[in-house]
């Protein structure tokens, strides 16, 4: 580079404007998405000035472009999308009240409704957000095994899957939409559940077919990793987590409902209880929530059979005349209303890496579960009915309760009510237990921060997700109580793009990947989803035509799923190098700018004695300040040179500056070790980042001499962001790695306030 300060000032912003961008867009993104969908009313401007910076960091990147090229054509060519992200589109429609000019145009008035203006400002920054596809690197690699399988085994029997699924099935639907469904179609409903009922089997005979190909525990996230690729799969997996935390809310608030409609005041506190005893049952891992999900489905299964059985030979066979009471379009309509009953597929799934023989044993309980269901919730519906005159019961609150009125009397409805409660809970418990698989196996791909993916060393549970989960759904009760039918009204068009993006799936992959193994088929696999996915969007369209507020939760339900794709490039921009790299050298220089003085830490006396004292060469390997050199300079160790090889240009320079002798510094670029010979080898942090751990060992190894030592720590945090962090939490594996390299390496934990310390430490061979 030219020693010119104008050119290394311009290199500067060049460099700035890189750091700058990607970051910028997914704020700008971010903001233009509740823009879109909800306004920022009189802060309107502040989100143009915004997009005015996005608009200047644009132009002075493609100025560099054009300097590197000097060529008109060829700038056009490679930077064609940038130039046309540049113009302010938006700019057009801002302040449209003041233009003169185009209130009167008659053809552009309609542009004054503000949810049209909302649209064309997201339009118009469209371009821009473009950019964000090139600000990360692409992986089509596929792990044929993730971490978890190394840890959970087969412990669930065909039994008890098959009562798991019935409880995580079950819900709340089973419960409260038998009412619905003579609400809105009278006897006629009981087609409604009829023709539901098939399609629910089919849709799970379309789970059985990818579960039989990938039984593991990330469910529909896996599925569609194989079938769409990295980003659609994290946008299924986001939405997913959304509606299990959705669908938890929604039946603990169901649950209190029912026991306690006249004291909502005290839903948060209940809730919150129910929910930390539940968390706790998960934390403890499997064998002991097995215990409890099958006592709850027993309950389950035993209180609507209780109704089912005695109703239907008290049935009164003139409450189903006239079976036809509202126009023959409702029956289609009522499905959406009662669909909910079906939901819970994607949870019972999440066991299959849990379940013996999952391949066979998943589809069979699956499908049978789902038949089960089928068979109760018609049987219910047709004895609501026939014991409760249909407009009466379309508007009982709590339906079961009144069908055990009616059949037992005051003391039969006090303990229906209580057994409905109890199963309504069951099926809390079944998705508090399964949930927290699906954000460890986001982790595990390095699609939510790695610590999530941590697997208890006893309870075999992924604890970290478990407790993330807890506060989660706290947060969520306090914002929703009260708001039962809001929660399950937003549910269903996610579900429905959950549930669409499976059966697309199933018909991508018979494409896609014929060759993996199915132990099931689902029949007119190639066409039969296809019609499965337009019958749900059928539905889709008819509740937002019929529906009165149909718009404004259907708003809801999609803007949660698109505020997915900030959070995709977000996650994927975290974990790379060169952000990695810059919040330490943000760190760095914050640290300067308070003038706060680099002490060197026990951390690095600790490194020092674990691997027996120094001598001869160290290699001070991208230690934080280059803290490990500081160290040994002031303690005056006894060594003949110690080489610096730093990523951070500012501690390089900073380092220079304070002329120790005897010190080689070197800027690095990557984790690549140049031919050296050493006796030492010292890193912190460095083995939580490098991308391919074995090789960068195998590195270390090389430059090592014989008998030479090396220690390497890893802080990490309460929630840890070092992207190797599954990894290095498996000792096994580690140590191999080291062993496979001729280094004999020990492995050392320390706890340190809310984190700890990893060690892993040793002598070459």
Same mark, same amino acid.
């Given at each position: ?82 130039? @046309? ?223 089912? @059985? ?62 089960? @269901? ?290 080689? @510094? ?100």
């Amino acid at each position: 580079m030219s020693n010119n300060p104008h050119r290394r000032k311009r290199a500067f912003l060049d460099e700035l404007v890189q750091y700058l961008i990607p970051p910028s867009l997914i704020v700008l993104l971010t903001v233009t998405l509740w823009d879109l969908f909800y306004g920022f009313g009189r802060f309107e401007t502040f989100i143009d000035i915004f997009d005015l910076y996005v608009i200047i960091i644009f132009s002075i990147d493609l100025w560099y472009r054009y300097k590197e090229v000097q060529n008109l054509h060829e700038w056009v060519h490679r930077n064609y999308l940038d130039i @046309i992200a540049t113009i302010p589109y938006n700019f057009l429609f801002a302040g449209i009240a003041w233009m003169p000019l185009l209130q009167g145009v008659k053809g552009l008035r309609f542009l004054r409704f503000a949810r049209l203006t909302r649209l064309l400002r997201f339009a118009g920054r469209l371009p821009r957000f473009l950019r964000l596809r090139g600000s990360i690197k692409k992986s089509s690699r596929i792990r044929k095994k993730q971490p978890h399988e190394k840890h959970f085994k087969g412990v669930l029997s065909f039994k008890v899957i098959l009562l798991i699924t019935i409880n995580s099935i079950m819900g709340t639907g089973i419960y409260f939409l038998i009412a619905a469904g003579a609400k809105h179609a009278g006897p006629a409903s009981l087609l409604s559940w009829a023709i539901l009922s098939i399609i629910s089997l089919y849709i799970a005979a379309c789970f059985s077919e990818l579960v039989s190909m990938f039984p593991k525990a990330g469910g529909v996230y896996e599925y569609a990793k194989q079938a769409y690729g990295r980003f659609w799969s994290f946008l299924i997996g986001w939405s997913t987590a959304i509606a299990g935390a959705v669908t938890i809310a929604m039946l603990i608030l169901g649950a209190l409902q029912y026991i306690a409609p006249q004291h909502p005041q005290l839903y948060i506190f209940a809730a919150s209880l129910f929910i930390l005893l539940f968390s706790a049952v998960a934390y403890r891992g499997m064998k002991t929530s097995v215990v409890v999900l099958i006592l709850f489905a027993l309950i389950t299964l035993l209180s609507v059979l209780s109704l089912i @059985i005695p109703g239907l030979f008290s049935l009164r066979l003139e409450n189903f005349t006239p079976f036809f009471v509202f126009p023959s379009f409702t029956i289609l309509l009522t499905i959406f209303f009662i669909a909910e009953t079906f939901f819970g597929w994607e949870s019972a799934v999440f066991l299959a890496a849990e379940t013996k023989n999952p391949r066979k044993v998943m589809p069979r309980a699956l499908i049978i579960g789902t038949l089960v @269901i089928a068979v109760l919730s018609l049987s219910l519906a047709v004895v609501g009915m026939g014991l409760i005159e249909w407009s009466v019961f379309g508007q009982s609150n709590a339906p079961l309760s009144d069908i055990a009125h009616v059949l037992f009397g005051d003391v039969g409805k006090v303990i229906f009510t209580l057994l409905v409660f109890i199963s309504i809970l069951g099926a809390v418990a079944s998705w508090i237990v399964t949930a927290p698989r699906l954000l460890m196996a986001l982790a595990e791909d390095k699609l939510f921060f790695v610590q999530f993916a941590k697997i208890h060393p006893v309870y075999k549970s992924p604890y970290v997700s478990i407790i993330f989960e807890f506060f989660i759904l706290i947060l969520l009760v306090i914002i929703g109580s009260g708001s039962y039918e809001t929660l399950l009204h937003m549910l269903i068009p996610l579900i429905i793009f959950i549930y669409s993006s499976v059966l697309l799936a199933v018909l991508v992959l018979r494409f896609k990947r014929p060759d993996i193994p199915r132990t099931f088929r689902v029949p007119f696999g190639k066409i039969g989803p296809l019609l499965t996915i337009l019958f749900m969007f059928g539905l889709l369209v008819g509740f937002v035509l019929y529906t009165h507020s149909a718009w404004e939760i259907l708003k809801i339900s999609l803007s949660l799923i698109l505020f997915g794709i900030p959070a995709y490039f977000f996650i994927e921009l975290f974990y790379t190098k060169k952000y990695t790299i810059l919040r330490r050298r943000a760190m760095f220089k914050l640290q300067h700018a308070l003038h706060k003085t680099i002490k060197p830490l026990r951390l690095y006396a600790q490194m020092v004695r674990m691997v027996g004292g120094v001598k001869g060469t160290v290699i001070d390997f991208n230690t934080p300040h280059a803290g490990m050199t500081r160290f040994l300079k002031r303690k005056k160790m006894n060594v003949s040179k110690i080489i610096v090889l730093n990523l951070v240009k500012e501690e390089v320079e900073e380092l220079r500056k304070e002329g120790f002798e005897g010190v080689e @510094i070197h800027k690095i670029r990557s984790y690549t070790l140049p031919s050296v010979r050493a006796d030492a080898f010292f890193s912190v942090n460095d083995l939580g980042q490098v991308k391919d751990v074995e090789h960068f060992v195998k590195q270390v190894s090389r430059v090592l001499k014989k008998r030479g030592v090396f220690c390497f720590a890893v802080r990490n945090s309460l929630v840890n962001v070092h992207p190797n962090a599954i990894l290095l939490g498996d000792k096994k594996a580690i140590l191999r790695i080291f062993k496979e390299n001729s280094l004999d390496a020990k492995y050392l934990r320390k706890k340190k306030g809310l984190g700890e310390v990893l060690f892993i430490y040793g002598v070459k061979r």
